[in-house]
């Protein structure tokens, strides 16, 4: 994006620097509104920054892409281009194709490790979700019945225990599954999941926050 965006502007570094800053926040800011529209999380977060929008995109961060485009333009592209251009048509056409190989089983590692991350978020708040709607309801009949005990029969009474007993054994239950399926995380699983939090600190999520942290504790204490 950074070339791109300052082609037209080669011959003048201020308006390579302002290619560079519009251009590639452009492209930040819509990246990160699509990872997390469709993962569910930030890999980057920017709220605590001065003048940032919407956590996405800040003016820090625009300013540092204008030097980084600078440094790409007249830098680094000119030695990879004079680099490229000094490799024999034939060999270079491998590497292209090895590289550009590589880069799409990257990507394809990378989508699924976070797919499988936000699969792992959404049946760990469905289980958290369940088990407090139980707990609640449990408390609403205690407190219910508690004052009525009293009033009831003797023969009510065991009828009212067993529902009690019940519910606790559904409670128990969905607290097994709920430890089950933090389980369930593989050690490749683990080992995608902590490479996601290591590249991005900032990574988090407004819908699944607690069993978000839930998980980097259990993978921090491994």
Not at 2 to 24: E, H, K, N, R
Not at 39 to 58: E, L, P, T
Not at 166 to 190: D, F, H, P, V, Y
Request: with cysteine.
């Amino acid at each position: 994006m950074m070339l791109i965006a300052s082609m037209p502007f080669q011959d003048s570094i201020p308006l390579t620097y302002l290619a560079g800053c519009v251009g590639t926040t452009i492209l930040e800011y819509v990246t990160g509104v699509t990872m997390e529209a469709l993962f569910k999380v930030r890999y980057w977060d920017y709220s605590k920054q001065k003048f940032n929008f919407q956590g996405h995109i800040c003016l820090k961060s625009t300013l540092a892409w204008g030097g980084l485009t600078i440094l790409m333009t007249a830098v680094v592209h000119s030695w990879v281009e004079s680099a490229v251009f000094a490799i024999p048509e034939r060999i270079l056409s491998v590497v292209t194709f090895a590289l550009t190989a590589g880069i799409f089983a990257d990507f394809a590692l990378s989508f699924r490790a976070a797919m499988d991350l936000r699969d792992v978020l959404i049946k760990l708040e469905e289980a958290k979700s369940e088990l407090t709607r139980l707990q609640t309801r449990m408390d609403v009949y205690v407190a219910l019945t508690a004052e009525e005990l009293e009033k009831k029969l003797k023969e009510k009474r065991e009828i009212v225990q067993q529902k009690k007993e019940n519910l606790s054994n559904a409670i128990t239950q969905k607290r097994e599954e709920l430890q089950r399926r933090k389980a369930e995380l593989s050690a490749n699983m683990e080992r995608e999941f902590r490479k996601i939090f290591r590249a991005n600190p900032t990574f988090r999520s407004e819908k699944y926050r607690e069993v978000l942290e839930e998980l980097r504790e259990r993978l921090e204490q491994k």
